[in-house]
Each structure stands twice: as structure tokens, then as C-alpha cells.
């Protein structure tokens, strides 16, 4: 079964700084990887996926993610943080046949300080 | 083209009672899947349909039931409410029932059990 580990329950982080949010992930294959956010009292938000190839995926709102097998990591980064950047992120891993259930991480809420 | 749309957003009820959540899909995606959120447990698979067939069932109590229309709207029922079923209801669809077929999420129901 696949599982998903995000260690960070919160990061403050200052605006204009680098983000980097982690993302363990459990599968026995090649796994499909999503990063979502969440605003408060909204739906998910897909940010990026990686499904095979280039391991450095680029997402919307200058969000990136890279996949490294080795370490069975998925983390989000993204060069200068915004205020709007607030929100809680869900990294999520689906299986490469079958049915379409997504497993998630507990989510990463992030705090930008001015 | 318009998003997951799900109705109503915000649900007041008391134990005992039963709810139906209505959800409608991205036009032209066949996939609709249903996920529980909550403080406690997080994001968690309800279930997931495909041409009118419930194809993949998470870890939920027979209480929670859903159905698929011909027209891929999905509908969620949830019988004999408990106070645990609280929650954030998130409805996803998604072109097709692949593996890694992306899932766009609604902005969800908000369903409170007094």
C-alpha cells in the first residue's frame, strides 16, 4: 500500500525567502506524484505532478518539484515566497495501474512573515 | 470550461439523520471520486465511480453509499449520521479512471453533525 509522509506539520518562512517543503513517499513501483494546496475554507488545488521523465517538474505560481528515487522524495520548493503562498500543501501519491485513489500526506501549513 | 462544482457547501444536521451530497464534474470527465477531510484523519478516500460503477471503495462503514448518473454527476449519501462524520467532503474528477489520470478538486461540503 502506498503511504505518504510530509515530517513538517508548520514552516514560517519570510517574504521573499526560499521554501522548500518535503515529501516522503512508500510505493512499491514508480509512483505517481501531486502536490496540492489548500486555502482556508477551499477545495485542493493541483500545483504539479510528476508522473515519469524529466524528474524536475515545474508547476503554476513558480512552484517546482523534484523526484528523487533514491531517497523516495517528492519536496516542493519555490525560489521567493509570496503572502499569498499561505495556505496548507498536501503532497499525494497514486498508483501507476488501476483505480485512481490518492494517498495523502497530513499536509504542510505554511506561515509567510512580512 | 467550469470547475468540480459541489452542492450544497455548507450542511448543518443532527445524529440520527441521513444527507445526500451532490457533485458535478469538469464537462467531459467521466471520473468522479470522493474524499473525506478532517482535522483528526485527514484526507481520506471515501470512493471512486466510473461509468455509473462504483470501481474502488475506501475504508468506511456501509453508512456512506454514493451513486453515479449518466451524466457523471456523483451523489454521496451518509445514513444515520454520527458526530465523527464532521467534516469536509471533497469531490474530484477526472477525464478518465486511469492511473495518474490528474483529479481537479471542488471547493467541497462543509457538513456539520450536532
Known amino acids: 500500500a502506498q503511504s505518504v509522509t510530509q515530517p513538517d506539520i508548520h514552516i514560517t518562512v519570510s517574504e521573499g525567502a526560499s521554501l522548500e517543503l518535503r515529501c516522503n513517499y512508500s510505493?512499491?513501483?514508480?509512483?505517481?506524484l501531486f502536490w496540492y494546496v489548500q486555502s482556508p475554507g477551499q477545495g485542493l488545488q493541483l500545483l504539479l505532478k510528476?508522473?515519469?521523465?524529466?524528474?524536475l517538474v515545474q508547476g503554476i505560481k513558480g512552484f517546482e518539484a523534484e523526484f528523487k528515487r533514491s531517497q523516495s522524495s517528492f519536496n516542493l520548493r519555490k525560489p521567493s515566497v509570496h503572502w499569498s503562498d499561505a495556505a496548507e500543501y498536501f503532497c499525494a501519491v497514486g498508483r501507476n495501474t488501476g483505480f485512481q485513489k490518492l494517498v495523502f500526506g497530513t499536509g504542510t501549513r505554511l506561515l509567510v512573515s512580512p | 470550461k467550469a470547475g468540480v462544482t459541489q452542492t450544497p457547501r455548507y450542511l448543518i444536521k443532527t445524529r440520527g439523520q441521513q444527507v445526500t451530497l451532490s457533485c458535478s464534474p469538469i464537462?467531459?470527465?467521466?471520473?468522479v471520486s470522493w474524499y473525506q477531510q478532517t482535522p483528526g484523519q485527514g484526507l481520506q478516500f471515501l470512493f471512486e465511480?466510473?461509468?455509473?460503477?462504483?470501481?474502488n471503495k475506501g475504508n468506511f462503514p456501509g453508512r456512506f453509499s454514493g451513486r453515479q448518473f449518466s451524466n457523471s454527476r456523483s451523489e454521496m449519501n451518509v445514513s444515520t449520521l454520527e458526530l465523527g462524520d464532521s467534516a469536509l467532503y471533497l469531490c474530484?474528477?477526472?477525464?478518465?479512471?486511469?492511473?495518474?489520470?490528474?483529479?481537479?478538486f471542488g471547493p467541497g461540503t462543509r457538513l456539520t453533525v450536532l
Open positions: 465511480y466510473f461509468s455509473e460503477t462504483q470501481r
Open positions: 510505493y512499491g513501483a514508480t509512483p505517481y
Open positions: 510528476y508522473f515519469s521523465g524529466d524528474t
Open positions: 464537462s467531459g470527465h467521466r471520473s
Open positions: 474530484a474528477s477526472s477525464l478518465e479512471m486511469g492511473a495518474g489520470d490528474t483529479q481537479y
